[in-house]
């Protein structure tokens, strides 16, 4: 099992206009053949179930420039296109180079004006300095090569460039945000009034006057009052401006609605009856009327809770872990100004959140935030106590945070992180606490069915994905076990959700955790598993010296089943 090259396609007019030299991309060439069709494939030379293209077999090709056909290579056929190491190290560069060239295109087309941290959070989340690190030491180990050397220097002075790009964008955005003080204020009265209560039940009740399909969810007229509001009040807004776009938002749903009758509508009729050819247009007009005062009576309590709102003049930051990253959701609006301040330590997986009628990757990282930002924070989650965990504090002067202080943090929201086996150093071997687990996995798995054919069989693959089999690493690798996994079909096995049974933690103070994800490639070389979080996360390079067993689960195979981690119970 080899990792796969996951074939990204580039086109010559976008490579130009991100300012790549084109010249070293096309010096890549793969043999290539036609079956008939338009499209590319890979020739194979004989079928089989770990082929990926039928089409494939016995196929005469012929050496084309991998810039030309890249669009037109078989999807089946690309996972296994086969360049040299340095080419691939370009192409995937080149790949880079033109997607923050893009998103920092957007950014410097906006027209100027006032920025909201909404906005700042979801172009923080695509910049490029996320990818800065690995474009960099992919490149860097062959600028002095002499085929590709002086095509990674140019690709990476073309990376540099969009980099600054980037980061001058995100500059200029952060300083025509609103402040971060004025932020919170404005946040702060909104949490004080909906603490009440009775402001969104009244808007309750008059949703649930309004006639409307039976499928239809009520409107929430409050939520729509309070984004409205806060967001002309976060850009340094009057009352009166902020109470026009309230009215506004609610007019742009209940400003032609019809109600059930006027006994649907709470209390006593406020508009007189006289005047109106029915009934219906009566209770029509005595909605209109009511929800106009709601409108007005949630403004006046907003601006009444912002004049009474007091600063917290504290000094120092203090960390604290952000679940829920990034804040890019709509129900994350009053949040997003934290993404404006320096994080620490990587980004961790945490599972999967909903997005639309799909699934998208949900992560956790540690900020250094002001005081007030913090307190801020987590009062307005005080509903939610995962979203947001208080660290220790950094007081003015200070270098900067513990590292230890960091990773505690974040081992709350995800047990294993790549520094756990960076520090273990070249040539570590499993500690004595992984030793004896496997010992004990290897003897239950004895007591039951053992799967009868040899190494890389079906019956060994089917075992596995369901968890009637444990694929156990060996203690000094390269073994058996090494040979086994590497025969399993990888574009196959990373279809179902696995678990992972890993060493967690600096090596003096590790423990034994289970991570639910897929089993994306394994290079027996290295003796690294690639395994990536369940939720659709990026895979991580976990080592087999870490690693207990591999196994399935029966009961719970796919990502909506599965925790992102749960503690090892042997």
Not at 352 to 361: C, F, I, L, M, S
Not at 414 to 427: C, F, K, Q, S, T
């Amino acid at each position: 099992m080899r990792h796969e090259w996951e074939l990204p396609v580039l086109r010559e007019k976008e490579l130009v206009a991100a300012g790549v030299d084109v010249g070293p991309l096309r010096q890549i060439t793969v043999v290539l053949g036609r079956a008939g069709g338009e499209k590319w494939h890979v020739p194979a030379k004989a079928s089989g179930w770990r082929n990926h293209c039928r089409y494939a077999e016995r196929l005469t090709g012929s050496p084309l420039t991998l810039l030309d056909v890249c669009e037109q290579v078989c999807r089946h056929c690309s996972p296994a296109v086969r360049v040299e190491p340095g080419e691939e190290a370009l192409w995937r560069a080149a790949a880079d180079v033109v997607a923050a060239d893009g998103r920092v295109r957007g950014l410097e087309e906006r027209e100027a004006g006032a920025r909201s941290w909404e906005g700042y959070a979801q172009a923080l989340w695509e910049a490029a300095r996320h990818r800065d690190a690995q474009v960099r030491g992919r490149l860097e180990p062959w600028a002095a090569d002499p085929s590709v050397g002086a095509g990674a220097r140019q690709m990476l002075r073309a990376w540099s460039k969009v980099l600054e790009r980037s980061e001058a964008a995100l500059a200029g955005w952060r300083a025509a945000a609103p402040a971060a003080r004025e932020v919170t204020s404005v946040s702060g009265a909104c949490d004080a009034v909906a603490a009440e209560g009775r402001v969104r039940q009244e808007g309750l009740r008059l949703a649930a006057s309004v006639l409307h399909s039976r499928w239809a969810q009520p409107f929430d007229a409050w939520a729509a009052i309070r984004r409205a509001w806060s967001g002309v009040r976060d850009q340094g807004g009057g009352a009166e401006a902020a109470r026009t776009a309230a009215v506004r938002a609610v007019e742009a749903v209940w400003g032609g609605a019809r109600v059930r009758d006027v006994t649907a509508l709470p209390e006593s009729a406020v508009v007189a009856g006289a005047g109106f050819a029915s009934p219906a247009q009566w209770a029509d007009a005595e909605f209109q009327h009511r929800w106009r005062q709601y409108v007005a009576d949630c403004c006046g309590r907003l601006e009444e809770a912002l004049g009474a709102a007091t600063g917290d003049v504290g000094d120092g930051r203090q960390l604290m872990l952000v679940s829920g990253w990034p804040l890019t959701r709509k129900q994350d609006a009053e949040l997003a100004y934290l993404a404006q301040y320096e994080q620490y330590g990587p980004t961790v997986p945490l599972g999967g959140r909903r997005a639309g009628y799909g699934v998208e990757p949900d992560h956790a990282v540690v900020l250094a935030v002001p005081r007030f930002a913090a307190r801020h924070a987590a009062d307005h989650t005080r509903g939610d106590r995962q979203r947001i965990t208080l660290g220790p504090g950094l007081f003015p002067g200070s270098a900067g945070p513990d590292e230890h202080d960091v990773l505690m943090l974040l081992r709350g929201a995800y047990p294993y992180l790549p520094a756990d086996a960076e520090g273990d150093g070249p040539g570590a071997g499993p500690t004595a606490m992984v030793t004896t687990a496997r010992a004990v996995r290897r003897a239950a798995r004895l007591r039951r069915r053992a799967a009868s054919s040899g190494p890389g069989s079906m019956e060994v693959y089917n075992d596995l994905v369901v968890g009637r089999y444990s694929w156990i690493p060996d203690d000094d690798h390269p073994g058996p076990a090494s040979a086994e996994l590497e025969e399993l079909p990888v574009h196959w096995l990373k279809d179902w959700v696995l678990c992972l049974d890993v060493e967690c933690g600096m090596r003096d103070e590790t423990v034994l955790h289970r991570l639910y994800g897929t089993v994306t490639s394994y290079e027996p070389d290295t003796g690294r598993v690639w395994f990536a979080p369940t939720g659709g996360h990026r895979a991580l390079a976990v080592p087999v010296h870490r690693i207990v067993a591999l196994t399935g689960d029966r009961h719970r195979r796919s990502d909506g089943q599965v925790p992102a981690h749960e503690p090892y119970d042997g």
